[in-house]
């Protein structure tokens, strides 16, 4: 068996981990690692399926858009509320269109960076004035991408965002340091519902440009994530960790 199957127990007992995005694939994936090795667990999404996974892993919902300062604001009070802390912010939400910048809207360009770089930095903002507030220790996630490095056609507005992820996270690792770490996760293709809809013979083309031959499942990220946020990786900071099954290495 892999070692993504077996959580280690009691590594994050005690502390609170936000979750943005939770409801499914990564975030999901992320909420349950977290709350197997002793986390309290806060999912926040606009999907209600997110009450659902919380009520699973023995933690809180709160309904969040990542676009609105406000809600995002909400969430963290809400965090504090419920567990009276918070340890670990996991930025994770996005938002996407597959289609070129000719075709993209102003409304949909709005929508993707709403998600994905104002709701960043709101979700950093929040989560660095309550670790501050608290005693200043923390760990900021934030989920980037391979599209943080490399192009591929069709998503100049979430590229855009990714890029931002890493520029953030350095930012962030930075100004906060020793006590605040901040690093992104890169992650490749993974096995969530958003690929289930790719024709068979589109999704052959793209595997067999992945060494690996595979995507990785969303438990991979979410064991990679539990590593990064523990004790155990106190020196990483202001860097991305890139899970792609060597698909960046093929240049």
Request: contains cysteine.
């Amino acid at each position: 068996m892999s070692a993504r199957m077996f959580p280690v127990p009691g590594r994050h007992k005690g502390r609170v981990y936000v979750i943005t995005g939770g409801a499914q694939g990564i975030g999901r994936a992320c909420a349950e690692r977290f709350a197997a090795e002793g986390a309290r667990v806060m999912i926040a999404d606009i999907d209600p399926a997110g009450a659902e996974v919380a009520e699973a892993v023995g933690g809180a919902f709160t309904r969040t858009d990542m676009s609105d300062p406000e809600q995002v604001r909400g969430l963290a009070e809400a965090a504090v509320a419920h567990f009276g802390r918070i340890d670990i912010w996991h930025n994770n939400a996005f938002a996407a269109v597959f289609k070129p910048i000719h075709e993209q809207t102003l409304e949909e360009f709005d929508t993707i960076t709403g998600v994905g770089i104002r709701g960043y930095w709101m979700g950093a903002k929040v989560a660095v004035e309550q670790m501050r507030a608290q005693g200043g220790k923390g760990v900021i996630l934030n989920t980037a991408s391979v599209q943080s490095f490399v192009g591929e056609k069709g998503f100049s507005a979430y590229q855009a965002t990714k890029g931002a992820v890493l520029a953030l996270t350095r930012s962030l690792a930075i100004d906060h340091a020793p006590d605040i770490r901040a690093v992104a996760l890169a992650p490749g293709l993974i096995a969530t519902d958003a690929i289930k809809g790719i024709p068979e013979d589109v999704m052959q083309g793209v595997l067999a440009d992945i060494p690996a031959g595979r995507a990785a499942e969303p438990a991979e990220v979410a064991a990679l994530a539990a590593f990064i946020a523990s004790d155990e990786a106190d020196y990483m900071s202001g860097t991305a960790v890139i899970l792609d099954g060597a698909y960046l290495a093929i240049g």
